[in-house]
């Protein structure tokens, strides 16, 4: 069994999980739905569709959401901490998920978002972290 020095493996274990909250979309309290919504210049269908949920009114109250849709919007608010933190600004956070990227198609990251395609963006993020 392959052993990598101490300071390797424990980055590569902790990297899924943002340093910082640059955006300020993770809280103690869960995810920021309305900031996370407007970061991703997402309308009520797109949430819906991102986070599986059934109606647009399950993803409004963060108290009242189901657990799975809960769940997927910390994910989402993960990715999205994870790029900015990468690209040290906000700004360039935007940019990124809005552009045509060519590791994922012919789809922007938002758009992979958008289609409930967030396990195989987070998957390309880490990826591309942990410099594979």
């Known amino acids: 069994m392959y052993s990598w020095p101490m300071s390797v493996a424990a980055e590569r274990l902790f990297q899924t999980v943002p ?6 979309l993770l809280g103690p309290d869960g995810p920021d739905v309305v900031g996370t919504r407007k970061f991703l210049g997402f309308t009520d269908q797109d ?3 991102a986070t599986s949920a059934l109606q647009v009114t399950q993803v409004r109250s963060l108290n009242q959401m189901p657990r799975e849709v809960k769940d997927r919007f910390e994910q989402i608010a993960t990715i999205c901490e994870l790029v900015a933190e990468h690209l040290g ?3 360039k956070a935007v940019m990124w998920f809005k552009t045509v990227n060519p ?3 012919i789809f922007t990251p938002r758009d992979m978002l958008r289609m409930g395609r967030f396990r195989a963006l987070h998957r390309l993020v880490l ?6």
């Open 19 to 24: 340093k910082t909250n640059l955006l300020g």
């Open 47 to 49: 949430l819906a569709s």
């Open 89 to 91: 600004s906000r700004d």
């Open 103 to 105: 590791m994922i198609g």
């Open 127 to 132: 990826e591309a972290l942990d410099g594979i």
